[in-house]
């Protein structure tokens, strides 16, 4: 709903006081998907950002560039994807599961590239199904559950939140477990 994928079933999204629109963000999938036959710097080619110089941003990820995406392993895929999204430098970044398929390296470049943009007044949301990685890098945590929001915690609540979280889990499953026990 965030970025327009699905319709809202009432009310809008705001920053700021402002409704959002799709021209300020960007948006990652979980799966991304390119084009057969290009290379990596073609595909950055798509998005343009005059400023955005894509041979020194790829010191941080070394992808081979002039090569076709094709041949590109998962997380070779997974940080062309950011590069993309890191050149449309758009007010709010949208990352479906930003960290599966990355190396531990990988995740830290990326964490410490997000913490900085948002020092510089980006917003970012992140989905993510690994409790950790959220809770070293967000403000903010909520839990959905069938796309509704179950829990929600600031970083001072982190801890509360995790409980809350696998208390909610449990509490649902422990009576199906026993049932199967017996």
Request: glycine share 8%; charged share 30%; net charge neutral.
């Amino acid at each position: 709903t965030l970025y327009g994928l699905k319709k809202p079933d009432a009310g809008e999204i705001r920053r700021d006081g402002s409704p959002l629109t799709k021209k300020q963000m960007s948006y990652l999938v979980t799966e991304n998907f390119f084009y057969s036959n290009i290379t990596g710097r073609e595909y950055l080619g798509l998005f343009k950002n005059q400023a955005f110089d894509e041979d020194k941003w790829n010191q941080l990820f070394l992808l081979p560039l002039d090569q076709i995406i094709d041949g590109y392993s998962t997380g070779m895929k997974k940080k062309l994807a950011l590069l993309g999204i890191l050149k449309q430098d758009k007010l709010i970044m949208i990352l479906d599961e930003p960290f599966n398929g990355l190396d531990i390296e990988t995740c830290r470049v990326i964490r410490s590239i997000l913490l900085r943009l948002r020092e510089k007044g980006k917003t970012i949301v992140i989905t993510s199904h690994i409790i950790e990685t959220l809770t070293n890098l967000c403000d903010f945590i909520h839990f959905l559950e069938k796309g509704v929001i179950k829990i929600s915690h600031g970083k001072a609540g982190f801890n509360a939140f995790e409980r809350e979280i696998f208390e909610s889990i449990e509490n649902r499953n422990v009576q199906m477990i026993d049932d199967l026990m017996k």
